[in-house]
């Protein structure tokens, strides 16, 4: 069965929707933002990739406003890729349409709520109870839809969405489902969130806050933190030509699985993560030769980033794919990473483009990858991977094909 993408949506820093996202990646556009957040030495500022809160105010998601802002990210853009996809217009059997979210943190405004008015001795809301739990995404977004199928939410960490996206494609394969909307979503821009990452060595540092972020450089010492949400609509390619429908690209190719690397979950080696994408590769029927384009995780980290490479490099072929990171632009919005990448992974097929890897300015000599620098690639494109690591040595890969 050849798995379909019918619909995309996606929302991040200073991009509403995927050409947007595709542009800012393609044009090197980065908006961070600073913050001042308190910790043990005083406070001190760190830029961000958010978004402005003015971006969701619409009226059509007002019965969200309760809800964490994980749910009202959510709601933006898997609204976006569910009209895209034109099933709203189809008479669809909503008992057999799915929603699969992966997020990393879930809805942690709320929880941070709820502590706050537990240490203030503050009566806490009813409301609380429902909103803070992290079926609240998928649930609130089942009925946004009015999907009556499978809706639940998983965490793999950073690899997530793409986590939720393969799990998608299995039900869509397997029959029990005609459609299923797969994607993540992010926002962990509070206070006790970066203090953590802080603490573990993961945020990065520039005298200019938009070179912060800097995958694969020389210099890279961490990582930008984001938020964000990214949505596709799967279906069976059979499907959509029963409804007429002409489909984005197809999945050809997907895999998950977990190294056996302790809590951070790094294995230098990369095997693990080596034996994901061939994997995927086998599934596709594809070789690493067919592969037009590798859209990487690329966090910045000195660990990530080189763990990424030696994976790459044991795939025969693979390290002379063109390659590029989109987290410059995003930030590393975790959990939801997987799902807006997949998206540019799309619109490079669509469009016939590669970007660039933005503030890629020194390669580092360890880095054996052939790292797409200065400016996009113009290319026709066929095949392009996607891949996805995490804490607890979790990691993805999904291989996104034109439809011939």
């Not at 970066?194 to 945020?203: E, K, Q, T």
């Not at 490079?348 to 200065?374: M, R, V």
């Amino acid at each position: 069965m050849t798995i379909s993408v019918t619909g995309i949506g996606s929302i991040s820093s200073n991009c509403k929707t995927p050409n947007e996202l595709l542009d800012a990646a393609v044009s090197s556009s980065i908006v961070t933002n600073p913050i001042r957040i308190n910790t043990f030495n005083g406070k001190i500022e760190i830029p961000v990739c958010s978004i402005d809160d003015n971006e969701l105010t619409d009226k059509k998601f007002t019965s969200f406003r309760k809800l964490d802002r994980t749910a009202r990210l959510a709601a933006y853009a898997a609204h976006n890729a569910w009209i895209d996809s034109g099933l709203d217009k189809y008479d669809i059997d909503m008992n057999k349409v799915a929603v699969i979210i992966g997020t990393s943190r879930g809805p942690v405004g709320k929880w941070e709520e709820t502590y706050n008015r537990q240490c203030a001795k503050i009566k806490q809301l009813p409301s609380l109870a429902a909103s803070g739990t992290i079926a609240s995404i998928s649930g609130s977004i089942s009925q946004l839809i009015n999907a009556s199928g499978p809706s639940f939410t998983i965490s793999s960490t950073c690899s997530s969405s793409a986590s939720a996206i393969a799990l998608g494609a299995s039900m869509v394969e397997s029959g029990n489902c005609d459609a299923v909307l797969v994607g993540g979503v992010e926002s962990v821009i509070n206070e006790s969130v970066i203090n953590v990452m802080r603490s573990a060595g993961l945020i990065g540092k520039d005298s200019i806050p938009d070179r912060t972020c800097k995958p694969f450089d020389t210099n890279r010492n961490g990582l930008v933190v984001g938020e964000g949400a990214g949505f596709l609509v799967l279906e069976s390619l059979a499907h959509a030509n029963k409804r007429n429908f002409n489909p984005l690209v197809r999945i050809a190719g997907w895999n998950t699985g977990l190294s056996q690397a302790g809590k951070v979950g790094v294995q230098l080696s990369g095997e693990s993560f080596a034996n994901c994408i061939k994997k995927s590769l086998s599934m596709s029927d594809l070789k690493s030769t067919d592969i037009d384009y590798i859209n990487a995780h690329g966090t910045g980290t000195k660990l990530n980033d080189l763990c990424e490479s030696n994976a790459i490099n044991l795939v025969d072929g693979l390290s002379n794919v063109p390659l590029s990171s989109l987290k410059p632009i995003t930030g590393h919005c975790l959990g939801a990473s997987p799902a807006l990448e997949a998206i540019l992974s799309i619109k490079s097929i669509t469009n016939s483009i590669a970007p660039h890897t933005t503030n890629l300015l020194e390669q580092d000599p360890k880095i054996n990858l052939n790292l797409i620098k200065g400016t996009a690639l113009e290319k026709s494109i066929n095949n392009v991977l996607s891949t996805s690591l995490g804490f607890w040595g979790n990691h993805a890969s999904i291989i996104f094909s034109k439809i011939k």
